[in-house]
């Protein structure tokens, strides 16, 4: 078998039918705007946290909305809440909330 320098990687499928969404179908009740992201990474690209640690509201969403909570609670409590995600989003979602709330969500 040649090695081209690189390995496939083992899947990260989910069965979405099998996840527990039930706190991401919660957080769209709390915050609407939840539901308009496309994930374009514009919070990510100006995030102040972003810029001293590892994290990545973009990751935080999607894994949340997938239903993968593990570990989340961490990651959340990088964000400082300072807002700049939330100006310069084109889709207009209330990412400030969405933390605010995915933390209280989490902490049930």
């Known amino acids: 078998m040649n090695k081209f320098g690189f390995n496939i990687a083992t899947t ?9 969404l039930s706190k991401s179908a919660a957080l769209q009740e709390l ?13 990510s690209a100006t995030c102040s946290a972003a810029s001293m ?26 964000c400082m ?6 100006l310069v989003c084109p889709r207009g979602v209330n990412t400030r909330a ?3 709330n995915m933390r209280k969500l989490l902490e049930e």
């Open 98 to 100: 969405l933390i605010i």
């Open 81 to 86: 809440l300072c807002g700049k995600c939330v």
């Open 12 to 20: 990260r499928s989910i069965n979405l039918d099998s996840a527990n």
């Open 53 to 78: 640690t590892d994290f990545n509201i973009r990751q935080v969403h999607f894994k949340f909305s997938r239903g993968q909570y593990d570990g989340l609670v961490d990651e959340l409590n990088k």
């Open 31 to 43: 915050v609407p705007s939840y539901r308009y992201c496309i994930g374009c990474g514009a919070c």
